[in-house]
């Protein structure tokens, strides 16, 4: 994935580079962290390349732009495409992983793989995630030899960032437009709108792709807030790991739509644990540590 | 149901479903009996990684991910799928019929596909060591020869 795999010569000279990501807000489909790097000197040629945030260009137009740096040879780029499988599953972990870091850690890891690639990275731009003071510090502290500039709407302050965002958004595009559904249920459709909660085609997508035992298909991050609306359609589960935390311990303040996984319906409320699984409780050690019971009747 | 209720189980021969393959334990309680499509929307896929002896396999249920691994049942030991014994006639009214506590068999297995929610299959699950039941049962019922008492020592 990214550029080639020859290392341009200007790599070696100081580079910039800008990161972005793009499906961050959707209930479904996967979230693209994209980054797009060039040497120093090709600064001012990039800010006439017409870049401007993705948000504010026509489909179309991104589509042009992404090719156009494709082509590009004094620029590169690279994506981290986050499956919503993934997504989900971290943030639904014993020990839950919010979007925040998630999304941290996704771009720090393309700032790592543009380094090993021998990229001379000097100074990385970036749309911040939380608070920007501490991702700085949190930046600056895993990558010393980098000048960051964590700022809120850097896709529109600076080109290089509204160039990652163009990388970043058609690749979810792209992505969404091609997804391939796992299950194989009749009656699927792949009509998923936007994939944002307000978008009416999104809605009934997932009203008409909603399952009473499974949810959803993995296509959906059922750790969003907006599946809640839907848990009344569907049977209660009981997780045996929920029981175990009675908190979780997630790091907390990590935006509207992670509520409070208990109140999605998807956990439930504590069952005591004799309810969903055998104890043992009552026998010996051996029958204990093993969780068998003496079943008289079924 | 009341205690000391007789249960019978019908174990059919012939015609039985060999449910191998698609018997899943999960680390956790869904409250529905009903069936459900599971095939088409629980896919579990071999890692290909084993752990502890154990293949690795993965699967995801409502946004959760699990690990498992499928195990076969100990020589001589068989899973059955039980059901209530249906006695023909289907009507509400026969509804108390259910207390009847006639089981029959409604499919076998021969191996089970056992899941943890983020958690390595290991030879330390409670799921597994309850196996070691088997092995116990087995020396506590077998009968003692003479044989086996005169080769038992006690030191005094």
């Known amino acids: ?298 | 149901m009341e205690k000391g209720t007789p249960i019978t189980i019908d174990l059919k021969r012939d015609g039985v479903q060999d449910l191998s393959g698609h018997v899943h334990q999960l680390p956790c309680c869904v409250k529905s009996t009903a069936p459900a499509s599971v095939s088409h929307y629980f896919k579990p896929k071999s890692t290909g990684i084993e752990v502890e002896g154990l293949p690795l396999e993965e699967a995801y249920f409502r946004g959760r991910k699990l690990d498992g691994a499928t195990i076969g049942l100990p020589d001589g030991y068989c899973g059955f799928v039980l059901g209530k014994k249906s006695l023909g006639r289907k009507k509400s009214s026969d509804i108390s019929e259910d207390n009847s506590n006639s089981w029959e068999m409604k499919a076998t297995f021969q191996k089970v596909t056992y899941w943890n929610h983020d958690c390595l299959p290991s030879q330390n699950d409670d799921f597994l060591r309850a196996f070691h039941w088997l092995t116990v049962a087995k020396a506590l019922h077998n009968p003692v020869t003479p044989e086996d008492l005169a080769s038992t020592s006690f030191a005094l």
Not at chain 1, 72 to 80: F, K, R
Not at chain 1, 280 to 291: D, P
């Open chain 1, 1 to 298: 994935m990214g550029s080639d795999f020859v290392l341009p010569k200007w790599a070696s000279t100081p580079c910039i580079m800008g990161i972005d990501e793009a499906g961050r807000g959707p209930v479904l489909g996967p979230m693209v962290y994209g980054c797009l790097y060039c040497a120093r000197s090709y600064q001012k040629t990039l800010a006439t390349l017409s870049f401007a945030d993705s948000k504010t260009l026509k489909e179309e137009k991104r589509e042009e732009l992404f090719d156009n740096l494709k082509g590009n040879e004094s620029i590169g780029w690279d994506v981290d495409v986050l499956d919503p499988k993934e997504l989900s599953s971290k943030m639904l972990k014993r020990n839950k992983i919010n979007l925040n870091e998630i999304s941290h850690q996704s771009a720090m890891g393309l700032i790592d793989r543009v380094l090993k690639i021998g990229v001379l990275l000097t100074e990385v731009y970036i749309d911040t995630v939380g608070d920007p003071e501490k991702y700085e510090v949190m930046l600056s502290k895993n990558f010393p030899s980098i000048k960051f500039v964590v700022a809120k709407k850097a896709d529109s302050l600076y080109p290089v960032v509204s160039g990652a965002s163009i990388v970043a958004k058609v690749t979810r595009d792209r992505a969404l437009r091609e997804w391939v559904l796992d299950e194989t249920a009749e009656n699927m459709h792949r009509n998923f709108g936007s994939g944002y909660p307000g978008d009416p085609q999104t809605k009934s997508w997932l009203e008409q792709h909603k399952h009473h035992v499974f949810g959803f298909p993995s296509l959906v991050r059922f750790s969003w807030g907006t599946c809640t609306t839907y848990s009344k359609d569907m049977v209660e589960v009981s997780w045996e790991s929920d029981k175990m935390d009675e908190d979780g311990g997630s790091g907390g303040n990590s935006g509207k739509r992670q509520l409070k996984l208990r109140n999605v319906g998807f956990t439930t409320s504590k069952k005591r644990s004799e309810e969903i699984e055998s104890s043992g409780k009552g026998r010996c050690k051996f029958f204990q540590a093993r969780k068998l019971e003496h079943l008289t009747n079924f």
